[in-house]
């Protein structure tokens, strides 16, 4: 099945770190995080406006026409998203809500 989503590097190098420690505590848990956030780039790449503009966060200009959204069971996590051509999405970061998000970008 072809994917409506693709990520950047960024994206790929948060799920990874995000995983990893997850998985100290729990390999059963960071591998449901992993199957939870796939599920929600598939919902969100078929409704790609459903999430949220971060308004306090358009002064950042990675995020000029992007949108977040959270994991569920995992809602401290955000997806930064932006929609692109042809119905797809580009995950731009998965980050913790708790960090300082306009410094990572």
């Known amino acids: ?6 990520l950047t590097h960024d994206a790929r190098r948060d799920l990874f770190s995000i995983a990893s420690y997850i998985e100290k505590d729990s390999p059963r848990s960071a591998g449901r ?7 929600a780039c598939d919902i969100i790449s078929s409704l790609p406006e459903m999430g ?3 308004e ?7 995020l000029k026409s992007a949108r977040m959204f959270p994991i569920k069971h995992f809602e401290k996590y955000l997806i930064f998203y932006r ?3 042809e119905g797809k999405i580009e995950i731009i970061r998965v980050i913790h809500g708790a960090r300082d998000i306009p410094s990572l970008f």
Do not use: G, Y
């Open 52 to 54: 949220s503009v971060a």
């Open 56 to 62: 306090t966060l358009l002064h950042v200009p990675k």
């Open 83 to 85: 929609p692109i051509a």
């Open 33 to 39: 995080f992993l199957e939870v956030f796939e599920h």
């Open 1 to 6: 099945m072809e994917r409506n989503f693709f």
